[in-house]
């Protein structure tokens, strides 16, 4: 079953606005990570936050974890038509035994900036 | 730096045939690698991931088969393509523990006709 599931499905926004995305996921987690992606291309890695961390920043992102709530948010400040992309939230796994790097990803949010 | 490359870049292919994807890392040693399928507006489900050479674990089952047979080198493979295989097909490796970022290929678009 899908472990991280993303709201908003899409987000249309302009330029210089903040762009809100959240993930929910269900069981527990050892970290959650935040993923971009551009049209057609691999996913790049944005932000990593671990379970005893409740807020993390870099640059214009701001990443909270709430794991009583099970949910993460990325926020985008000061938004860019540069920022169009597919964002995604992936858990780490937790539990015995090894986990292998294995990550669960969410269906994503699709962010669209107007200039 | 590590580089991470896949290839083709796109590929159209007939029922029936065969598929060969291949993946390759540089710049790291004894990567974990994975392979994930991501269906239009979807998101990715991990489909194999190899800790070692020869090493090959299948998180669902289907028609595809993956191997490593070196230690940055990860391809995925199929004997009969179905037109389900059709899909974003990504590669991407890691240091093996959950607490780090994997890295991703651009991918390679694939079409079965």
Same mark, same amino acid.
């Given at each position: #079953?899908?472990?991280?599931?993303?709201?908003?499905?899409?987000?249309?926004?302009?330029?210089?606005?903040?762009?809100?995305?959240?993930?929910?996921?269900?069981?527990?987690?050892? @970290? %959650?990570?935040?993923?971009?992606? @551009?049209? &057609?291309?691999?996913?790049?890695?944005?932000?990593?936050?671990?379970?005893?961390?409740?807020?993390?920043? =870099?640059?214009?992102?701001?990443?909270?974890?709430?794991? =009583?709530?099970?949910?993460? =948010?990325? %926020?985008?400040?000061?938004?860019?038509?540069?920022?169009?992309? #597919?964002?995604?939230?992936?858990?780490?796994?937790?539990? &015995?035994?090894? #986990?292998? &790097?294995?990550?669960?990803?969410?269906? &994503?949010?699709? %962010?669209?900036?107007?200039? | 730096?590590?580089?991470? $490359?896949? /290839?083709? *870049?796109?590929?159209?292919?007939?029922?029936?045939?065969?598929? !060969?994807?291949?993946?390759?890392?540089?710049?790291?040693?004894?990567?974990?690698? +994975? /392979?994930?399928?991501? *269906? *239009?507006?979807?998101?990715?489900?991990?489909?194999?991931?190899?800790?070692?050479?020869?090493?090959?674990?299948?998180?669902?089952?289907?028609?595809?088969?993956?191997?490593?047979?070196?230690?940055?080198?990860?391809?995925?493979?199929?004997?009969?393509?179905?037109?389900?295989?059709?899909?974003? +097909?990504?590669?991407? /490796?890691?240091?093996?523990? !959950?607490?780090?970022?994997? $890295?991703?290929?651009?991918?390679?678009?694939?079409?079965?006709?």
């Amino acid at each position: #079953s899908q472990q991280g599931e993303e709201d908003p499905q899409a987000l249309s926004i302009q330029e210089g606005e903040n762009a809100t995305m959240n993930c929910s996921y269900k069981t527990s987690i050892n @970290n %959650l990570q935040w993923y971009r992606q @551009n049209s &057609g291309r691999g996913l790049v890695h944005l932000i990593l936050i671990r379970s005893n961390e409740r807020e993390k920043h =870099s640059g214009r992102l701001r990443v909270t974890l709430d794991t =009583s709530k099970k949910s993460s =948010s990325l %926020l985008i400040t000061a938004s860019r038509a540069a920022d169009t992309a #597919s964002y995604f939230c992936a858990t780490g796994w937790m539990g &015995g035994g090894t #986990s292998y &790097g294995k990550l669960t990803f969410g269906q &994503g949010t699709i %962010l669209t900036v107007h200039p | 730096s590590q580089t991470i $490359h896949q /290839w083709p *870049a796109t590929l159209v292919q007939p029922v029936g045939s065969p598929l !060969s994807l291949e993946c390759t890392v540089e710049g790291t040693s004894n990567p974990n690698l +994975y /392979w994930y399928r991501q *269906a *239009a507006g979807r998101g990715l489900q991990l489909l194999f991931y190899s800790v070692g050479i020869g090493q090959i674990s299948s998180e669902v089952p289907q028609n595809l088969s993956a191997s490593r047979p070196q230690d940055r080198q990860f391809i995925l493979s199929s004997k009969k393509l179905l037109l389900s295989d059709s899909g974003f +097909y990504l590669c991407a /490796w890691g240091q093996g523990s !959950s607490n780090q970022p994997q $890295h991703f290929g651009d991918g390679t678009r694939l079409s079965i006709l």
